[in-house]
């Protein structure tokens, strides 16, 4: 019992090892391209909500591409402080037509 195990493990072990090393003609494995964001968020618009759900960050080894991933947040983060400055001017404006409209009516 003890050489049939012996023997198994010599036999298991071999193949093994020629299948890791490629013993014959065949190549190892091609060096794989890192995964690139493919289509980042559109410059000559401002991002809509239908561009964030569709957006898919690279997986790296460890996580996600932190580069990626920065470049995301900065494009939304400008964007985001973009629409706060846009909707501020507006409600200030909304707010001085309010006012000219109070004082219209009580001067009549």
């Not at 090892?17 to 410059?43: I, M, R």
């Not at 409600?91 to 001067?107: N, Y």
Request: charge should be negative; hydrophobic fraction near 50%.
């Amino acid at each position: 019992m003890f050489w049939f195990l012996l023997i198994t493990m010599v036999v298991v072990v071999a193949a093994v090892t020629l299948a890791v090393v490629g013993g014959g003609e065949s190549e190892a494995l091609p060096e794989v391209a890192p995964e690139q964001l493919v289509d980042p968020l559109p410059a000559a618009r401002p991002v809509d909500r239908a561009d964030v759900e569709a957006l898919r960050l690279p997986v790296a080894v460890r996580g996600y591409r932190m580069a990626d991933v920065d470049d995301v947040l900065v494009r939304l983060g400008a964007e985001l402080a973009e629409r706060d400055a846009r909707i501020a001017e507006l409600e200030e404006a909304l707010a001085g037509a309010g006012a000219r409209g109070d004082r219209e009516g009580d001067q009549q």
